[in-house]
């Protein structure tokens, strides 16, 4: 449905003025745009570009800090997401909201259920249900089914259904098809025709580019909070969104030499999970940075925890090499499925910083002294009551050397900003005798000031001896600090560059590419793992 | 930390840090001030509550409660909760009755009886919820009832008269204070400094701020839960052979309703039921609050139902002040 931009009318149906939003960093920085009645606006851009933000704002989930909105002319600034949808706007989210005990049929009509007199009408409610579900053909599911008995793509399909109302204007779908089966994309997309027909708006957040030439009228780039173009999707080559979705100028620190890379101290072979991770291999050694790249999805989070035993592998197994200095021609030993539990990882010399510090990582009531040492209480203890004194010089120690700002160590952790808290969980692997060290996001929420510093620790990590592994969404951090960049998508990982051999270009295009489909693009496979 | 601070240091030098006991004086002066306004109250309103007798009476009725509010504040603490502590306090005091009369035990074996009792019911309530990944709350229900039908098996649905083999431990000494009062505040001691200054206390706090940081941080919580709840169990079977020391009597219907006045102190004491926060010395403030509301209601002549509303009242208002409190300190 590659059309010509419909006929803008004079005056488009929503106008996005300068809107910019900053929680403890800017994360948007003034948009403006314009979406006009009848059109599908594909919104696209890396993971953390600002779609999911942007989209959130037009749809009243968040409110921005700056600048303003006009729906037909009117000022919009809905304070919540009900205002937007009396408003006619709405959106899927990636995140499904519906009650997994409540049926398809209660769901789809949840907050205006047929009654009389507050008893369900049964009978209504059903043939209603029914009637939205075939305008996206799903006519084969019974209303009255539960929908945690649904697969996910059908559950994915309701929640759609429930936002295909007849008093939509604007449309938000978020990643809609993540989930979706090439036949139900293609109802979804029979039903976004229908719409658009009608004049409804549609806003498309995606990075599938082969979907967006399907279905985009125009398409938005954002990169880095910013919109970097808005132009009709005719036209344009994936080469040229790409090229937009990246476009940055490359740093010193990508053109700095690779770290010498000392003997394997942990590798993998063929672990997998479900299908979340299938058949990963890969060696990690000692004194190098081993980034994981690949979208939100791709198994790069599922990965790094089979490494660490917070989940079990079902497969494969993780091997542990010991160090050649002081047990020369020792035999590595095997674990069948990776490590059993995380206290045998840390016994081994293994941590993680997780990539949810808040609920993975610490304890937020807690204060910094008590964070910073919880990996390691023993050495901080006698015969099991805490040496206090000692205690609060190692913390003292980390406050100074980490530079976290506080006002004491007994300050809660959940006061500090995202920078000082990631600092406090790396304190925690600092004091112990660790030989690799895993960690996944680690700059997520962190400022640029504070970033700079934890790549400082980094390196002192890696030259120190350790083994780092890094997952990240953002490409100019892996390429800064990663030796080698392993890339993942769809659960496998699809290929593994040296440094000096990657460009953004074709690290995205491996992270975009199908495993199982067609080839990753770039020459990758070289160095690919073998994959049964 | 003595070396006094350069000046460019100061930025990011930590000041000296905070004593643990003065960031929780507030909490001392506050449960300290209610207690004195509840006395002050009590005795303005009645004659005779500020005496020796009325002192006494609250020595007396104290341990046993203060001893299975000790458990209990560790429970709350790791997020969990122990409905059994009163059913188990029976079944322990009718054991060790039933071996000292019945079975002609010694004193000292039937004591050891009564503790085996209390840690096997703790043990058993938190590894079934650790095993099977059950909620405490339905884990220790089931064992309240459970373990109160076993109180009537042993006791033959009668109270054993034990005689005073074991009153000494309950018997006013000295200014009216007992063994089992002394037991009791040494408890409460211990427990603070195994609470703040142990890597355990650490661990029992930690798991309940976030038991699975702690997990990807090393520490298996599993152990740890089953352990609180097994001395939480062992202390419930102390509070039976004090109870029944006490009453020189085990009745197997001791203790019905008491792991609610066990949680009541715990939280008046500023315990979190989220789990993550509190402290054994504050329980013990809220022991010594729920008695004195008791003494001096039972004092002033206020009937049952009215002690009962005041009591209900006096517990959600403790919670909603501590509250209020917490989020000020947040903020």
Redesign the interface.
Do not use: H
């Given at each position: 449905m590659n059309r010509p931009a419909s006929q803008a009318p004079a005056a488009p149906l929503l106008c996005i003025d300068a809107v910019g939003k900053d929680y403890t960093a800017t994360v948007l920085d003034s948009i403006t745009l314009a979406l006009n009645a009848g059109e599908v606006l594909a919104l696209t851009g890396e993971n953390g570009a600002g779609k999911s933000t942007l989209s959130k704002i037009v749809c009243g989930l968040e409110s921005a800090t700056r600048g303003g909105m006009r729906l037909a002319g009117e000022t919009y600034a809905p304070a919540s997401r009900r205002e937007a949808e009396r408003l006619g706007v709405r959106m899927v989210m990636q995140e499904l909201g519906l009650v997994p005990t409540l049926t398809v049929a209660e769901n789809l009509l949840m907050g205006r259920l047929p009654h009389r007199a507050g008893w369900l009408r049964r009978d209504a409610l059903h043939t209603a249900a029914r009637a939205q579900l075939a305008k996206i053909g799903l006519d084969s599911i019974d209303p009255a089914t539960p929908v945690s008995q649904l697969g996910i793509g059908q559950q994915q399909m309701v929640e759609i259904a429930r936002n295909l109302q007849d008093d939509t204007r604007i449309l938000v779908l978020d990643e809609p098809t993540a989930m979706l089966t090439p036949r139900e994309t293609s109802y979804l997309f029979d039903q976004i025709a229908r719409l658009t027909a009608r004049g409804v708006a549609i806003v498309y957040v995606s990075h599938r580019l082969e979907e967006l030439r399907r279905i985009a009228d125009r398409v938005a780039v954002l990169r880095d909070g910013r919109l970097v173009d808005a132009r009709p999707m005719a036209g344009m080559s994936e080469d040229d969104l790409v090229q937009r979705m990246v476009g940055r100028s490359v740093s010193d620190l990508e053109h700095r030499p690779r770290r010498a890379a000392g003997p394997v101290v942990m590798s993998a072979q063929g672990i997998g999970r479900g299908t979340a991770v299938q058949d990963v291999s890969l060696e990690l050694r000692a004194g190098e940075v081993f980034g994981i790249a690949g979208l939100v999805g791709s198994g790069r989070t599922e990965l790094v925890r089979l490494l660490?035993g917070?989940d079990r592998a079902d497969r494969g197994s993780v091997m542990l090499h010991p160090d050649p200095n002081t047990a020369a021609g020792a035999t590595p030993s095997v674990l069948p499925r990776g490590f059993a539990?995380?206290?045998q990882?840390?016994?081994a010399g293994v941590g993680?910083v997780?990539e949810d510090r808040k609920?993975?990582?610490?304890?937020?009531?807690?204060s910094i002294?008590?964070n910073a040492t919880?990996?390691d209480?023993?050495a901080i203890?006698r015969a099991?009551?805490?040496q206090?004194a000692k205690e609060?010089?190692l913390?003292?120690g980390f406050?100074?050397t980490l530079?976290?700002?506080?006002?004491?160590?007994?300050q809660?952790v959940g006061t500090l900003s995202g920078g000082n808290q990631q600092k406090v969980v790396f304190a925690?692997w600092l004091h112990r005798e660790g030989r690799v060290l895993l960690l996944d996001e680690p700059t997520r929420g962190v400022d640029v000031g504070a970033r700079a510093e934890l790549y400082g620790e980094l390196d002192r990590m890696a030259a120190s001896g350790r083994a780092l592994l890094m997952v990240s969404s953002d490409l100019r951090e892996l390429m800064a600090m990663a030796d080698r960049i392993g890339v993942m998508s769809a659960g496998r990982l699809v290929a593994v560059f040296e440094r000096g051999q990657w460009s953004e270009q074709s690290l995205l295009a491996a992270a975009f590419s199908e495993p199982g489909g067609r080839e990753a693009p770039g020459h990758s496979s070289s160095s690919s793992p073998a994959t049964v | 930390?003595n070396a006094p601070a350069s000046p460019a240091?100061v930025?990011?030098?930590?000041?000296?840090?905070?004593p643990a006991w003065r960031?929780q004086l507030g909490t001392y002066l506050g449960l300290m001030a209610v207690l004195a306004g509840m006395v002050a109250l009590f005795s303005t309103l009645s004659d005779y509550f500020w005496s020796v007798e009325t002192f006494v009476t609250i020595a007396n009725e104290i341990p046993a409660l203060a001893v299975m509010a000790v458990g209990m504040t560790f429970v709350l603490i790791i997020a969990g909760i122990d409905l059994s502590v009163g059913s188990v306090m029976a079944l322990a005091a009718a054991t060790s009755a039933a071996a000292i009369v019945q079975w002609k035990w010694s004193v000292p074996a039937a004591a050891l009886l009564a503790l085996a009792t209390g840690l096997i019911c703790g043990t058993v309530t938190g590894a079934v919820s650790v095993a099977w990944r059950l909620p405490s709350f339905i884990v220790s229900l089931g064992m309240l009832e459970a373990v109160r039908g076993g109180a009537y098996v042993v006791t033959d649905s009668r109270t054993q008269y034990v005689g005073d083999a074991i009153s000494w431990l309950s018997a006013p000494m000295l200014g009216g204070i007992s063994v089992a009062f002394l037991i009791a505040l040494a408890l409460v001691v211990v427990a603070q400094l195994v609470l703040t200054?142990?890597?355990?206390?650490?661990?029992v706090?930690?798991i309940g701020?976030?038991e699975?940081?702690?997990?990807?941080?090393?520490?298996?919580p599993r152990p740890i839960r089953v352990i609180v709840f097994a001395v939480t169990g062992l202390l419930a079977g102390l509070a039976g052979l004090m109870q029944s020391a006490r009453l020189e009597a085990a009745d197997p219907n001791a203790g019905t309703g008491m792991e609610l006045q066990v949680i009541a102190a715990v939280v008046i004491g500023g315990t979190s039921l989220m789990g993550?926060?509190g402290s054994v010395v504050n329980t013990a403030f809220g022991v010594l609050i729920i008695a004195v509301l008791e003494a001096g209601l039972a004092q002033v002549g206020a009937s049952e139902p009215s002690k009962r509303i005041i009591t209900g009242v006096v517990i959600v208002a403790a919670v909603i002040v501590d509250t209020l409190r917490q989020r000020r300190a947040?903020a």
């Open positions: 660490f917070a539990s995380p206290m990882a840390i016994a993680l997780t609920s993975q990582g610490l304890l937020l009531g807690q002294r008590i919880l990996s209480l023993s203890s099991g009551w805490l206090r609060n010089r913390v003292q406050v100074q530079g976290i700002r506080c006002r004491s160590p007994e809660p925690r | 930390m240091a930025a990011v030098a930590a000041p000296r840090p905070t960031s200054r142990t890597v355990f206390g650490r661990c706090v930690g701020t976030n699975e940081a702690m997990r990807l941080a090393g520490v298996d993550g926060r947040a």
